[in-house]
T-cell receptor, first 117, second 114 residues
């Protein structure tokens, strides 16, 4: 069975600090997909990134970057120069591309990030 | 932009009532999902649907049923609401099921069962 662990329940930083959110996953499949979602106080989850298991290249999008390492089964998310608007709950998720076609997402429990001015 | 809407942001019901939560998406997505979100537990999948009139159980289907009569609409039904079903309910849709497609979420319905 697949599993996603986000060990950090809550992180508090001061604006302009860099912060890394950890995500460790477990799967038996060689083909799988990893996701990060952001849930701001409004409640609606917002898709941030998708990575497939064959692409270990790190990704950077503005102040956001993602580090995917299959050797440690981790898909960590770093926010550089954090801002108050980054305050949200962040979820890591895993999906396996099963033969049946009925693969679904397994979410971690989320990390609440609080950025204070 | 994909738009997923849910019928209510907040709902208060009494124990034993039948509750309907409605979800509508406007992007012709094949797949729709219902999750519940509880503090410390993250998101857990209740049911999903990969086509009209088709449904599959998720991880926690007990006490719930679903209906998908039209492609754009996916309803979650609590046949007899109980206090342990007090939660945030999130609907999502996606173009495909095989993991390669992101899910788009609605704003959620916070249900309180008294």
């Amino acid at each position: 069975a697949q599993k996603v662990t986000q060990a950090q329940t809550e992180i508090s930083v001061v604006e302009k600090e860099d912060v890394t959110l950890d995500c460790v996953y477990e799967t038996r499949d060689t083909t799988y997909y990893l996701f990060w979602y952001k849930q701001p106080p409004s409640g609606e989850l917002v898709f941030l990134i998708r990575r497939n298991s064959f692409d270990e290249q790190n990704e950077i999008s503005g102040r956001y970057s993602w580090n995917f390492q299959k050797s440690t089964s981790s898909f960590n998310f770093t926010i550089t120069a954090s801002q108050v608007v980054d305050s949200a709950v962040y979820f890591c998720a895993l999906s396996e591309a099963g033969n049946s076609g009925y693969s679904t997402l397994t979410f971690g429990k989320g990390t609440m990030l609080l950025v204070s001015p | 932009d994909v738009k997923v809407t849910q019928s209510s942001r907040y709902l208060v019901k009494r124990t034993g009532e039948k509750v309907f939560l409605e979800c509508v998406q406007d992007m012709d997505h094949e797949n729709m999902f219902w999750y519940r979100q509880d503090p410390g537990l993250g998101l857990r999948l209740i049911y999903f649907s990969y086509d009209v009139k088709m449904k599959e159980k998720g991880d926690i289907p007990e006490g719930y049923s679903v209906s998908r009569e039209k492609k754009e609409r996916f309803s979650l039904i609590l046949e007899s609401a109980s206090t342990n079903q007090t939660s945030m309910y999130l609907c999502a849709s996606s173009l495909g099921l095989a993991g390669a497609y992101e899910q788009f979420f609605g704003p959620g319905t916070r249900l309180t069962v008294l």
